[in-house]
C-alpha cells in the first residue's frame, strides 16, 4: 500500500505545476501583441461588441484567448487554445458562429468538473484527482461557443464568504493586497475585476456570487434553484436538498449576464440534468418588465447589522433615481429576516460537520479559521430534529410569500414586482472582516432569484457622515468597529458598493430587466 504523502508535499507539488505553466505560457507566443480591438476587450461595456466581432470574424478566437492569458492564475490554457483554434476554423468554413457564446473567454470557479482536470473545493485531498467528465454545464458553454479558459481559486470547503485555504493560498483583493475580494467565488471575482476574464461562473448557497460581485464592482446573478444545471459540481454536504445551492454568472457587464442566462436556459438544460425545472425562457415577463413602471420594495437595513454609510448612501440615491425616472417606491420591511438565517445557519450545521471534516482529513491540511468553527458546530442533528428544520423553513417560504402579497403600492394598490437592498453591510474589508451575510443568505432559504449590480463607490463624503449609535449586538458592534477603524483607507481606495434586486420565485426574467432599468439610470445619471 502506497505511504500517504505529507499535505504540503502535495501542495508543493500542484502549485509547482502552476507555475510553470504560467511561465512556459508567458514565454510562448502569447505574447504577441493582439490587434487593438482585442484590448479593448476589457472595457466594462464591451460584451456585445466583442462578442459580434467574433461572430463577424472580425477578431479571431485564438487570438482573445492569448490576451487573456496573461492574466490568469489557473492553468487550461491548452485546451483553451486548441478549442479556440477550433472555432475559428468552424466560422471560415460555415460562415456563421456556433452559438451566442462563440470565442467568448470563460473561466469557473474551482468546483466545476471539467474533465481530465482537478475540482479540488479548496480541499487538498481532492488534488491530484481529475473528473474524468465534464460538468453539463461545460459542455453547454462549450457548445454554445465559449472558450474555458480556467478555475479560479475558493474557501476550503466553499463555505465561506472570503477565499483562503491552504492548497491554493489566500486570494487577495487586486484593489489592495490586505483587502479581501469576498467569496466564495472570490477567486473569479478578482480575476473579472483585474480584466482577465469575460465571463464567469460560481455558485451560491448564501451569496457566494452576489457577496464577491458587491464587493469588487460585477454583476452577479443568483437565479432561482434549478434553472440551471447542477450535474457535475461537487460541493461540501453533498446530497443536501434544504437549501440547493445555485449555479450563477459573473460578469464585468449586464449584457454578458443577460446572454449567458438566456442562452443556457434556451439550450433546455431539463434535457441534460434531472434536476433542472423545464422552465422556457420568458422574453414577455422580460419585455414587459422593461416598458411599464414598476413597483419597487426597498429594504434599507436587516435590523441585525446596520450597513455602512457608503451602502446606505448608494442605494437612497438609486431610490431617488428610480423614483424621478416614475417607478413607484414602497417601503419593505425585515419581517421574517432573522428568522429565515437562523433555519439557515441550523441547516450549515445539520451533520455536525461530519463532511468537511472528513474532506479536510483526506489530505492531512489544517482547517483555516472559519472552517475549524464551522466543523466544532455541535452534535448533528437527529433525522426526526431535521425534519422539524424542513418544515420550519416550508413554513417561512410561505409565510414570505403571504408578506409578499400583502405588500402593496400607495398608487393603485399593486404589488410589488421586486426589492432592492444592500448586498451586505460593508463593503470590501481586511482578510478576515467579513462575518454577516444575512442580507443574501435569507433569498436562498425562499429560493428567490436575486442579482447584485455596480452602485457606486465609497467617497470622502462618507468619512464625515455622523453614524453613532448604540450597536443592537455583537455583529453590529463588530460591523461599526469595521467602519470605525477603516473608513479612510476604504475612501481611499474608493471600494465599489453594489445593490441586491430581488424577485419572486421562477421571476428570473423579471429580476434582469429591472436590473437592466436600474443600471441604465445609473449609468445614465453617471
Known amino acids: 500500500m502506497e505511504a500517504k504523502q505529507d499535505w504540503k508535499t502535495i501542495v508543493d507539488r500542484k502549485r509547482g505545476i502552476q507555475r510553470d505553466l504560467l511561465s512556459f505560457y508567458s514565454d510562448c507566443d502569447t505574447q504577441a501583441a493582439p490587434c487593438e480591438d482585442v484590448g479593448s476587450a476589457a472595457d466594462v461595456t464591451s460584451f456585445s461588441k466583442l462578442a459580434a466581432q467574433l461572430s463577424r470574424g472580425e477578431l479571431s478566437c485564438d487570438e482573445v484567448v492569448k490576451t487573456y492569458i496573461n492574466s490568469l492564475t489557473e492553468i487550461l490554457f491548452e485546451h483553451a487554445l486548441r478549442r479556440a483554434k477550433e472555432l475559428d476554423s468552424y466560422l471560415a468554413e460555415h460562415g456563421r458562429p456556433v452559438g451566442p457564446l462563440h470565442g467568448i473567454p470563460v473561466t469557473l470557479k474551482d468546483q466545476f468538473d471539467i474533465a481530465g482536470f482537478d475540482s479540488t473545493l479548496g480541499y487538498v485531498g481532492r488534488a491530484f484527482h481529475p473528473a474524468t467528465k465534464s460538468s453539463v454545464l461545460v459542455e453547454m458553454l462549450e457548445s454554445l461557443g465559449a472558450v474555458v479558459m480556467a478555475k479560479t481559486n475558493l474557501p476550503q470547503s466553499i463555505m465561506w464568504c472570503e477565499t483562503d485555504n491552504p492548497l491554493w493560498g489566500l486570494t487577495t483583493n487586486p484593489l489592495d493586497s490586505d483587502y479581501t475580494p469576498g467569496g466564495s467565488t472570490g477567486g473569479e471575482a478578482a480575476l473579472l475585476a483585474s480584466d482577465a476574464s469575460v465571463l464567469g461562473w460560481g455558485t451560491d448557497l448564501g451569496g457566494s456570487v452576489r457577496i464577491p460581485s458587491h464587493i469588487m464592482g460585477l454583476y452577479g446573478f443568483k437565479p432561482s434553484n434549478a434553472r440551471l444545471p447542477y450535474r457535475g459540481v461537487p460541493v461540501s454536504t453533498e446530497g443536501q436538498e434544504h437549501v440547493p445551492s445555485s449555479v450563477g454568472p459573473m460578469a464585468r457587464s449586464l449584457d454578458a449576464v443577460h446572454t449567458a442566462f438566456k442562452s443556457l436556459v434556451e439550450f433546455k438544460p431539463w ?74 445557519d441550523q441547516f450549515y450545521k445539520a451533520d455536525g460537520g461530519e463532511d468537511i471534516r472528513e474532506a479536510v482529513k483526506a489530505g492531512g491540511e489544517p482547517f483555516i479559521p472559519h472552517v475549524q468553527k464551522l466543523v466544532d458546530c455541535g452534535s448533528p442533528l437527529s433525522v426526526f430534529q431535521y425534519w422539524q428544520l424542513n418544515r420550519r423553513k416550508w413554513e417561512l417560504q410561505q409565510r414570505y410569500l403571504d408578506k409578499w402579497n400583502s405588500i402593496r403600492s400607495a398608487q393603485g394598490g399593486k404589488l410589488v414586482d421586486v426589492v432592492i437592498m444592500p448586498p451586505m453591510p460593508h463593503t470590501s474589508v481586511p482578510h478576515g472582516g467579513c462575518r454577516w451575510v444575512g442580507y443574501t443568505k435569507v433569498w436562498n432559504v425562499v429560493d428567490y432569484p436575486a442579482i447584485v449590480i455596480p452602485g457606486g463607490h465609497i467617497g470622502e463624503q462618507d468619512v464625515s457622515d455622523t453614524w453613532y449609535f448604540e450597536p443592537r449586538n455583537s455583529m453590529d458592534e463588530w460591523n461599526k468597529r469595521l467602519w470605525d477603524d477603516n473608513k479612510v483607507t476604504m475612501a481611499s481606495l474608493k471600494l465599489p458598493v453594489g445593490i441586491q434586486i430581488i424577485g419572486r420565485r421562477h421571476a428570473d426574467e423579471m429580476v434582469l430587466a429591472a436590473a437592466k432599468v436600474l443600471d441604465d439610470i445609473l449609468r445614465a445619471s453617471a
Open 271 to 344: 434535457d441534460f440534468d434531472a434536476r433542472c425545472a423545464a422552465i422556457p425562457w420568458k422574453e414577455d415577463l422580460y419585455q414587459a418588465t422593461l416598458r411599464r413602471p414598476l413597483v419597487i420594495g426597498v429594504l434599507f437595513d436587516d435590523e441585525v447589522v446596520r450597513p455602512h454609510p457608503p451602502i446606505a448612501r448608494v442605494l437612497r440615491s438609486a431610490v431617488e433615481a428610480l423614483r424621478d425616472a416614475g417607478h413607484f417606491i414602497v417601503d419593505w420591511n425585515a419581517q421574517l429576516h432573522a428568522e429565515c438565517v437562523q433555519v439557515m
